[in-house]
């Protein structure tokens, strides 16, 4: 990838992106509430499992489809694989996230002067537009987007259980390790193998909906 293209992907990934990243925790405060992570090996193992389980077979492979379909012009194809993605989004929280990233993603891409749909993708359909306006394959889309998932639920993690910045670090350096073979697994992955199900953040994230005093959204 050449440099310029590779700096765009640091910003897509970047923390500092305005579209609400660090609002959600996608389950990860309920866990904690409920004492189903109260370490940083607790919260290792969840964000693995998560990864593996349901990004690698979720939101990774769409990305890759997605970036090729935008690439190509196929529309209808794009509208589709958005569909797929809502459609494991199982609580109104995740749709919610889904939507409100999605479209604060395409306002930026707007105000960037990139092309955008005419309608409104969720998050992980407008990163993969974003990274193929940006010259990123979607190979290295791929890597980008597990990274700056894993780190913003280390974030959360740190927040919420709480963590010390170097433990947290130590969660980070495992999970780099991992994010290899999540990519691989999504590559790999069959157009009727997408879709996973992680019922435990699925109760988080229903439990979470009702919860009185939180400090994300999700």
Same mark, same amino acid.
């Given at each position: 990838?050449?440099?310029?293209?590779?700096?765009?992907?640091?910003?897509?990934?970047?923390?500092?992106?305005?579209?609400?990243?660090?609002?959600?925790?996608?389950?990860?405060?309920?866990a904690v509430?409920?004492?189903?992570?109260?370490?940083?090996?607790?919260?290792?193992?969840?964000?693995?499992?998560?990864?593996?389980?349901?990004?690698?077979?979720?939101?990774?492979?769409?990305?890759?489809?997605?970036?090729?379909?935008?690439?190509?012009?196929?529309?209808?194809?794009?509208?589709?694989?958005?569909?797929?993605?809502?459609?494991?989004?199982?609580?109104?929280?995740?749709?919610?996230?889904?939507?409100?990233?999605?479209?604060?993603?395409?306002?930026?891409?707007?105000?960037?002067?990139?092309?955008?749909?005419?309608?409104?993708?969720?998050?992980?359909?407008?990163?993969?537009?974003?990274a193929a306006?940006?010259?990123?394959?979607?190979?290295?889309?791929?890597?980008?987007?597990?990274?700056?998932?894993?780190? @913003?639920?280390?974030?959360?993690? &740190?927040?919420?259980?709480?963590?010390?910045? $170097?433990?947290?670090? %130590? *969660?980070? +350096?495992?999970?780099?390790?991992?994010?290899?073979?999540?990519?691989?697994?999504?590559?790999?992955?069959?157009?009727?193998?997408?879709? @996973?199900?992680?019922?435990?953040? &699925?109760?988080?994230?229903?439990?979470?909906? $009702?919860?009185?005093? %939180? *400090?994300? +959204?999700?």
């Amino acid at each position: 990838m050449p440099p310029h293209n590779q700096a765009r992907l640091w910003q897509l990934i970047s923390p500092m992106l305005p579209i609400g990243a660090y609002h959600y925790s996608q389950g990860l405060e309920q866990a904690v509430r409920r004492e189903w992570i109260r370490d940083r090996t607790d919260a290792a193992k969840w964000i693995s499992e998560l990864l593996h389980h349901s990004i690698a077979y979720i939101d990774l492979p769409i990305i890759y489809r997605a970036h090729g379909c935008w690439n190509s012009r196929d529309s209808a194809g794009l509208r589709s694989w958005d569909d797929v993605c809502r459609s494991y989004r199982e609580t109104s929280e995740m749709r919610d996230e889904e939507e409100a990233m999605g479209r604060a993603l395409m306002r930026l891409a707007k105000e960037f002067d990139q092309p955008i749909p005419s309608w409104r993708p969720g998050y992980v359909v407008a990163f993969s537009i974003f990274a193929a306006n940006a010259g990123v394959s979607g190979m290295d889309a791929l890597s980008g987007y597990a990274w700056t998932w894993c780190e @913003n639920q280390v974030l959360s993690a &740190t927040k919420l259980i709480p963590l010390g910045h $170097t433990e947290g670090q %130590r *969660v980070v +350096r495992d999970l780099i390790e991992q994010i290899p073979i999540a990519v691989e697994s999504a590559l790999a992955c069959a157009d009727d193998d997408i879709g @996973n199900s992680a019922p435990g953040l &699925t109760l988080a994230s229903m439990w979470h909906e $009702t919860q009185y005093s %939180r *400090v994300f +959204r999700s």
